[in-house]
């Protein structure tokens, strides 16, 4: 027991800081911090290399969690109001007698960041998340559309969505696939995107 004690005593006794030599100097880990702020979608195994760093990737990943950072996914999606749900109730009694939903082309499009493919960086944990373009990022955007029967239909492009673009989906991709498929006609279901809206592409689908 005396010996237990005497351990115990001469633990409490020991000063701060005179334990194990820490791996990364102050400098490396500022250096680490301002490099991910810069690019928040580098892995530790890219700060590894970047950095010339004398220790492992998981040490640099507790570095990062260490100095305020967490690696974690955009939520892009704003919480509805009042106002969108009752929208969205609105739009779901109009149709919910409808009965020829095996007749309804959906379809939506997506951007995808080749390097990031997760969606994820490492971002400051006591802020919100605010989306930062990285010049050496590249990005495909995918453009399909499903019905009850099967898929329909696939487009990818580099190019930012505009009306133009969206008719030229339409009219070269969308129209060949789903006349195929549907011969006695079909429904079109999109999105509220503005694009979706020009009058280009109101006037295309009303002819």
Same mark, same amino acid.
């Given at each position: ?5 005497? /351990? ?31 690019? +928040?979608? =580098?892995?530790?195994? !890219?700060? &590894? ?8 990737? *998981?040490? @640099?990943?507790?570095?990062?969690? *260490? ?11 704003? +919480? ?8 969205? /109730? ?6 919910? $007698? ?9 379809? !939506? ?21 605010? +989306? ?7 990005? /495909?955007?995918?453009?399909? %559309? ?16 505009? #009306? ?6 339409? %009219?070269?991709?969308? &129209?060949?696939?789903?006349? #195929? ?7 079109? #279901? #999109? !999105? $509220? =995107?503005? @694009? ?5 592409? !109101? ?5």
């Amino acid at each position: 027991m005396r010996t237990c004690y005497r /351990l115990k005593k001469r633990r409490a006794q020991r000063k701060k800081g005179t334990g194990k030599r820490p791996i990364l100097s102050r400098g490396q880990k500022i250096a680490i911090r301002n490099t991910i702020r810069r690019n +928040p979608f =580098l892995t530790p195994e !890219d700060l &590894l290399c970047r950095l010339n760093l004398p220790c492992s990737k *998981e040490t @640099v990943r507790k570095v990062l969690i *260490e100095i305020g950072f967490k690696y974690r996914k955009e939520s892009t999606q704003e +919480p509805l109001d009042e106002e969108d749900r009752c929208s969205r /109730l609105a739009f779901c009694i109009d149709w919910m $007698n409808f009965t020829l939903w095996e007749y309804v082309i959906f379809s !939506d499009e997506i951007g995808v960041w080749l390097n990031d493919q997760t969606g994820r960086g490492w971002f400051s944990s006591a802020s919100p998340f605010k +989306p930062k373009e990285v010049i050496s990022r590249e990005k /495909l955007n995918i453009w399909a %559309s499903i019905s009850m029967l099967r898929k329909v239909t696939i487009h990818v492009y580099r190019e930012n969505l505009n #009306q133009y673009v969206y008719h030229r989906i339409l %009219s070269r991709y969308l &129209l060949p696939a789903a006349s #195929q498929l549907y011969l006695n006609g079909f429904f079109f #279901q #999109q !999105d $509220n =995107l503005s @694009v979706h809206k020009a009058r280009l592409i !109101d006037d295309f689908l009303n002819s």
